[in-house]
């Protein structure tokens, strides 16, 4: 089983749709991730979490939200999904005790809005 | 947050040994460096990290002069399994972790 699981892998949507993205770990990782990923191009951090009670804005945090219900999960949120939101979706993890932390990736969710 | 700068593109050939340079002016002093490999359709890899001088594991080195505002990264001898993007990340970890547009490295036969 992977590490960090992402659910769904894939997802279609319509525009208006709230759509959550979900990721799980089993690493033990106090350190979660949101990335964004377009094609052709590079990750760009949506949001990121600490831990439990810490929540961060990423590069590209309008139109999204995330909730981290507990240290393995952290959950990613398209309230009203538009079609430029369309993109493939990376959870990461990384542990606190090592030193610029190494990142571990999910597989992806690939989300495509109509 | 020390901004990276990579080429946005390198061709090479099965079996050369391939070096990609990142710039990385305003690194921090607790700043690492860090490699990853990213294959189409799936997350990124960690290859290597380093903070100062010259790392090497069994699949790459990595080279930082003495100043740390470069660093880069060497591939022995590549083959066509090593065609991907490659990404330099600095950070300390107590940040946020952004990646610039990466590296597409292209190996011919």
């Known amino acids: 089983d992977a590490d960090v699981t992402q659910t769904p892998r894939n997802r279609i949507t319509k525009t208006g749709k709230r759509i959550m993205l979900e990721c799980s770990q089993t690493?033990?990782?106090?350190?979660m991730y949101w990335y964004r990923q377009d094609p052709g191009l590079g990750l760009r951090l949506i949001y990121y979490?600490?831990?439990?009670?810490?929540?961060n804005k990423g590069e590209i945090s309008d139109g999204y939200s995330v909730s981290r219900q507990a240290q393995a999960k952290f959950s990613l949120s398209l309230e009203s999904a538009i079609p430029n939101q369309t993109a493939l979706y990376f959870c990461?993890?990384?542990?606190?005790?090592?030193?610029?932390?190494?990142?571990?990736f999910g597989e992806g969710s690939r989300l495509t809005v109509l | 947050l020390a901004k990276t700068t990579q080429p946005i593109s390198m061709d090479s050939y099965e079996g050369q040994e391939v070096n990609i340079t990142c710039s990385h002016n305003?690194?921090?002093?607790?700043?690492?460096i860090t490699w990853y490999q990213q294959f189409p359709s799936q997350g990124p890899r960690f290859i290597i990290q380093?903070?100062?001088t010259k790392v090497t594991n069994e699949v790459a080195s990595l080279f930082i002069p003495a100043d740390r505002k470069s660093s880069t990264l060497s591939l022995p001898r590549v083959s066509l399994s090593d065609t991907a993007v490659y990404y330099c990340?600095?950070?300390?970890?107590?940040?946020?972790?952004?990646f610039g547009a990466g590296t597409r490295l292209t190996v011919k036969p």
């Open positions: 990461a993890t990384s542990d606190l005790n090592r030193d610029a932390g190494e990142l571990f």
């Open positions: 690493k033990g990782h106090d350190r």
């Open positions: 979490s600490f831990d439990v009670k810490d929540i």
């Open positions: 305003n690194i921090a002093t607790n700043d690492y």
């Open positions: 380093g903070y100062k």
């Open positions: 990340l600095v950070g300390d970890g107590n940040n946020d972790m952004r």
